[in-house]
Nanobody
Framework: QVQAVESGGGLVQAGDSLTLSCAVSGRVFSGFALGWFRQRPGKEREFVAA????????YYADSVKGRFTVSKDNAKSTGYLQMNSLKPEDTAVYYC???????????????????WGQGTQVTVAS
């Protein structure tokens, strides 16, 4: 059973950058993918980005494409979400979780992810 723990959130100004980390514990099988989601106030949890553990294939939501970069360090069992040009609408609790295999068609389906962390708050002030 994979378990993820997020860290790195904080309060920043619009236009700033911030990097979140996701420590993954447990056995990671071939085809594992790490996903990042966020939940903005009053909204449902939404997909942000994902990366496959073996090939490093990346996926992004349109709202963050070009501003956020997802990556991973297999040796450290850690995933990262580099967030640049942050906007007030990026304010949310950010979560990470894992799943076995992923396709572009279902990468954003949060029901397929397991081992959710407790989340880390990111607040972007205008």
């Amino acid at each position: 059973q994979v378990q993820a723990v997020e860290s790195g959130g904080g309060l920043v100004q619009a236009g700033d950058s911030l990097t979140l980390s996701c420590a993954v514990s447990g056995r990671v099988f071939s085809g594992f993918a790490l996903g990042w989601f966020r939940q903005r106030p009053g909204k449902e949890r939404e997909f942000v980005a994902a990366v496959t553990w073996s090939r490093g294939t990346t996926y992004y939501a349109d709202s963050v494409k070009g501003r956020f970069t997802v990556s991973k360090d297999n040796a450290k069992s850690t995933g990262y979400l580099q967030m640049n040009s942050l906007k007030p609408e990026d304010t949310a609790v950010y979560y990470c979780a894992g799943r076995l295999s992923v396709t572009s068609a279902d990468v954003g389906d949060r029901r397929t992810y397991r081992g959710w962390g407790q989340g880390t708050q990111v607040t972007v002030a205008s």
